[in-house]
C-alpha cells in the first residue's frame, strides 16, 4: 500500500511538472485594470503605471538593441491568455530587450505582457493616424499556438438505431 502511495505521488508530481505555465508576473492580477483607450486619451497621465495587456501579434520589428512587437488588444481570460474570439479594444506597442526569433514571435501569435507604460507614439495604419500606447515590458509569456480537436466520422459504422438524430424506431413524427 506504501509502495503505490509513493507511485502514485510520483505520477501526480511527474504530470504536473509536465504542465506548461506563465511566468508568475503574468499570473498575478494587478492592482489597477488600464485599458487602451484611457492611455490613448491622456498618455502622460499614466507614465510609469504597470499594465498587463494581451492580444494576438500583428508585426514584429528587431531594433538594435530591443525588439518591437505590434500587438493587436484582446481581452484576458482566468488564466491571462488572450480571448480569441472576442473584439480589440485597440492597438499596442511592446518594447522588448534584446531579440526575438522573428518566425517565433510570428503574426497571429498570442501573447501576454506585464510592463510599464512608457508614454504613446503616433505612427499610421494604413491612411489612418493611429495613436499607440508604448510599454516597456518586464514580463512577456508566448502562448502554445491552439490546436483544434479532430473529429473522426467512420464510413463503416452502422447502428440501425440511428437516423441521423436521436429518436427511437417505435416513434413516429408526422
Not at 79 to 95: C, H, M, N, Q, T
Amino acid at each position: 500500500m506504501k509502495m503505490l502511495t509513493i507511485v502514485a505521488s510520483l505520477l501526480l508530481l511527474f504530470v504536473l511538472g509536465c504542465a506548461s505555465q506563465p511566468p508568475v508576473p503574468i499570473r498575478v492580477d494587478l492592482p489597477t485594470d488600464l485599458q487602451i483607450g484611457q492611455l490613448q486619451q491622456a498618455p502622460d497621465n499614466y507614465q510609469g503605471s504597470k499594465v498587463r495587456w494581451g492580444g494576438v501579434i500583428a508585426n514584429i520589428t528587431n531594433l538594435k538593441s530591443e525588439t518591437e512587437l505590434e500587438v493587436v488588444a484582446k481581452p484576458l481570460d482566468k488564466s491571462a491568455r488572450p480571448i480569441i474570439d472576442s473584439k480589440s479594444s485597440g492597438r499596442f506597442l511592446v518594447r522588448v530587450p534584446g531579440f526575438l526569433e522573428p518566425t517565433e514571435f510570428a503574426a497571429d501569435r498570442e501573447i501576454t505582457v506585464v510592463g510599464k507604460v512608457s508614454g504613446s507614439e503616433a505612427r499610421a495604419i494604413g491612411e489612418f493616424q493611429y495613436n499607440y500606447p508604448l510599454i516597456q515590458a518586464d514580463s512577456y509569456h508566448l502562448w502554445e499556438e491552439r490546436v483544434e480537436p479532430k473529429y473522426y466520422y467512420d464510413p463503416w459504422f452502422y447502428d440501425p438505431w440511428y437516423w441521423g438524430y436521436p429518436r427511437y424506431p417505435w416513434w413516429y413524427y408526422y
